[in-house]
């Protein structure tokens, strides 16, 4: 059994930076697909950044050139690094992993697709 557990989350000022952590327990195979969705309130929630293989990593547009994807297989941990930080990134923010083909992690991205998932850690930015 795969658990998931999100942190870093917190309030921070618009341009500031965060850098979120999801640590896995569990066995979790180098080709499965991981990902951070987000999810504001009364939206849907969205694929923000895909990793593939460990190395073949996908962004949202909106985040593109400023948030990074990692993962480290040694520690078993995903990380989200968020830079120049905007109002509209304001969400909670999710890890997930699932046993993906390439084209369902980086292409289609859909939340239904990925089989687990952790609590989220809240972002908050303000103006």
């Known amino acids: 059994q795969v658990q998931l557990v999100e942190s870093g989350g917190g309030a921070v000022q618009a341009g500031r930076s965060l850098r979120l952590s999801c640590a896995s327990s569990?066995?979790?195979?180098?080709?499965?697909?991981m990902a951070w969705f987000r999810q504001a309130p009364g939206k849907v929630r969205e694929a923000v950044a895909v990793i593939y293989n460990e190395d073949r990593q996908t962004y949202a547009d909106s985040v593109k050139g400023r948030f990074t994807i990692s993962k480290d297989s040694a520690e078993n941990t995903l990380y989200l690094q968020m830079d120049s930080l905007t109002p509209e990134d304001t969400a909670m923010y999710h890890c997930?992993?699932?046993?993906?083909?390439?084209?369902?992690?980086?292409?289609?991205?859909?939340?239904?697709?990925?089989?687990?998932w952790g609590q989220g850690t809240q972002v908050t930015v303000s103006s």
């Open positions: 569990g066995y979790i195979d180098s080709r499965v697909c």
């Open positions: 997930a992993a699932g046993d993906l083909t390439w084209l369902a992690c980086s292409v289609r991205r859909r939340a239904s697709d990925f089989l687990y």
